[in-house]
């Protein structure tokens, strides 16, 4: 079963206005971690946040996450067009290393 | 490092036919999993190998499909008999923690 949801679908954008995607899971998790994928392309780690963290920042990134919510946000903060791709985030199943992909946001960064 | 590597980058192959695809993890990371891609299912789990040995495979749609790891450093997928719904994007990805290293996946079309 899916477990992460990601929110919006799809999502366009402006060049330099931030960009804020969201996921919502449904069970208990230790891990959440954010991937992106260019047109044709392999997905890329971004970051990794742990279940006893509430936000972690790398470079323009900025990731939130509420366990009470059972939710996470991906923050891109003055986007460029590079950042054009689908944006994916993957939840544990409170166990191993087992992740499990969300259907993803396509985010479009228009210059 | 060259990173995760698959062979062969796009396969066309006709109803029937055995499709074995290949991949070569990352050196010295101990996960290796076998990923698919479409666009109405998004991105699937097939199976996952830990120190070369099938530690989840509840993914794999039927009996037609297989994955074997012979060593660390080889994983193939094979579909046999191959049929035009496994046409999609077929990716590996391999880790030592856990963040996947992604490949540049397969694309397999099956006429």
């Known amino acids: 079963s899916q477990q992460g949801e990601e929110d919006p679908q799809a999502l366009s954008i402006q060049e330099g206005e931030n960009a804020t995607m969201n996921c919502s899971y449904k069970t208990s998790i230790n891990n959440l971690q954010w991937y992106r994928q260019n047109s044709g392309r392999g997905l890329v780690h971004l970051i990794l946040?742990?279940?006893?963290?509430r936000e972690k920042h790398s470079g323009r990134l900025r990731v939130t996450l509420d366990t009470s919510k059972k939710s996470s946000s991906l923050l891109i903060t003055a986007s460029r067009a590079a950042d054009t791709a689908s944006y994916f985030c993957?939840?544990?199943?409170?166990?191993?290393?087992?992740?499990?992909f969300g259907p993803g946001t396509r985010l479009s960064v228009l210059p | 490092d060259a990173g995760v590597i698959q062979s062969p980058r796009h396969e066309v192959t006709e109803m029937g036919q055995e499709v074995t695809l290949r991949c070569k993890p990352i050196?010295?990371?101990?996960?290796l999993f076998w990923y698919r891609q479409t666009m109405m299912r998004g991105l699937e789990l097939l199976i996952y190998f830990n120190n070369n040995v099938p530690i989840d495979d509840s993914g794999m749609p039927e009996d037609r499909f297989s994955a074997k790891m012979p060593n660390a450093s080889f994983s193939t997928l094979k579909i046999q008999p191959s049929e035009p719904r496994d046409s999609a994007v077929y990716f590996c990805a391999s880790s030592k923690g856990y963040e996947q290293y992604f490949g540049p996946g397969t694309r397999l079309t099956v006429t």
């Open positions: 050196s010295g990371h101990d996960y």
């Open positions: 946040i742990r279940s006893n963290e």
């Open positions: 993957a939840t544990d199943q409170n166990y191993g290393q087992n992740f499990v």
